[in-house]
């Protein structure tokens, strides 16, 4: 194998799949990169973690073709180290990989490809089309609410419920549920896929805010993403995902308007003065005044603000953990918000005044602390 890259080019790709390599996976050959080069000017890099598999390809000036296992480490420090230039990559023996800069010469120890995990394409498999920026828009707003797990693995990926003209993705950690939904994306299908994190988050940092289509494929095992130059597979998670619809059934007769970051950055400098285990604040809520507070008796500290907002309904006081407040105010895009409630110990629900709503809707809920 042999070929000669731009340096630059080059470790833009390689950043761009970094995050699959796993250092703590048991297979010491999946902390490396393989470089293959099957057609004339074109490289294919892969990693994989066993459970994800991406690949990138790369525009090159290929001499002969051929493939190498290369410690990601010490490649990625020479090239962050080297200024852009051409670099040529020369495989001499099957453990041994020269590179050639304008200045000087750097041999490596590299592994045979033949000790890299296969993966083979889908099989059986169902497909449909989505554009990347949709794509994002559904990550964006659905990844910050999935789960960590262990008991019900399940609840660490976003729900793909797709029937008719109207698709839900959903994503839920016991303290927050979001549902954010898509009228006519037209799939002409019943869809149904349990998506795991780590693979949203790749696609969260591949994709771009375009119209370009992002072709999906699945089975009942896999799935896997084409876009651009690059390739996701992973497997998905298996099992039933909880009936959220009868969650988000109820009915609230206390209504809030409140803008969005006046809500936001009233919670976080009353949360300076919340207790650093519980986070607790409280929210009083009446026509005649609204207001925010904290305390921790621990400190001998305590803070309140009023809130400037509309809020219609019997008076209320409800306590909130405020990271989970702060969090989803963080993952949303308007500028005000409804937040409606029933009582103190009962869901409540949090929604964007979004100008496309008929066309997409986002709904979260979130449990209140006991007082």
């Known amino acids: 194998m042999k070929f000669i890259s731009s340096s630059n080019e080059l470790l833009r790709s390689l950043k761009d799949i970094l995050y699959v390599i796993n250092i703590t996976n048991k297979l010491p050959i999946l902390e490396n990169f393989l470089f293959k080069i099957k057609e004339k000017n074109v490289l294919t890099i892969t990693v994989s973690d066993l459970e994800i598999t991406m690949t990138i390809s790369l525009n090159i000036n290929s001499i002969n073709f051929g493939s190498a ?47 890299y995990p296969k993966y083979s394409l889908l099989r059986n498999n169902n497909h449909f089309l989505i554009s990347e920026k949709i794509l994002l828009n559904i990550i964006n707003n659905t990844l910050f609410a999935v789960g960590n797990d262990e008991i019900r693995p399940v609840l660490n990926g976003v729900f793909f419920d797709i029937e008719n003209n109207i698709s839900n993705f959903v994503s839920t950690n016991s303290n927050l549920l979001v549902k954010y939904s898509i009228k006519d994306l037209s799939f002409n299908k019943e869809i149904r896929l349990i998506i795991p994190k780590k ?133 949303i895009n308007c500028e ?13 629900r949090i929604s964007p005044l979004m100008k496309n709503y008929k066309k997409e809707e986002i709904l979260i809920l979130i449990m209140p602390l006991s007082k």
């Open 336 to 348: 005000d918000i409804k937040f409606e409630m029933l009582n103190n110990n009962s869901s409540c």
């Open 69 to 115: 296992v290369i410690p990601h480490k010490i490649l990625l420090e020479i090239l962050k180290k080297i200024p852009e230039q051409p670099l040529t990559f020369c495989k001499e023996k099957e453990n041994k990989l020269k590179i050639l800069s304008q200045n000087g010469e750097y041999d490596l120890s590299i592994f045979s490809s033949e000790e």
């Open 199 to 331: 693979p949203l988050n790749l696609l969260k940092y591949n994709l771009n805010d375009t119209n370009n289509n992002v072709y999906i494929s699945y089975n009942d095992l896999n799935t896997s993403f084409f876009f651009k130059n690059k390739k996701i597979i992973c497997s998905l998670l298996n099992g039933n995902y909880p009936n959220y619809k009868s969650l988000l059934k109820k009915k609230y007769n206390k209504i809030l308007i409140i803008n969005k970051n006046y809500f936001l950055n009233a919670i976080k400098r009353v949360t300076l003065f919340s207790n650093r285990l519980t986070y607790q604040i409280i929210l009083n809520f009446s026509k005649k005044r609204s207001q925010i507070s904290s305390f921790d008796i621990n400190y001998n500290k305590k803070a309140f603000e009023y809130l400037f907002c509309n809020y219609d309904g019997e008076p209320l006081e409800i306590v909130f953990n405020s990271k989970y407040l702060i969090e989803i105010l963080s993952n």
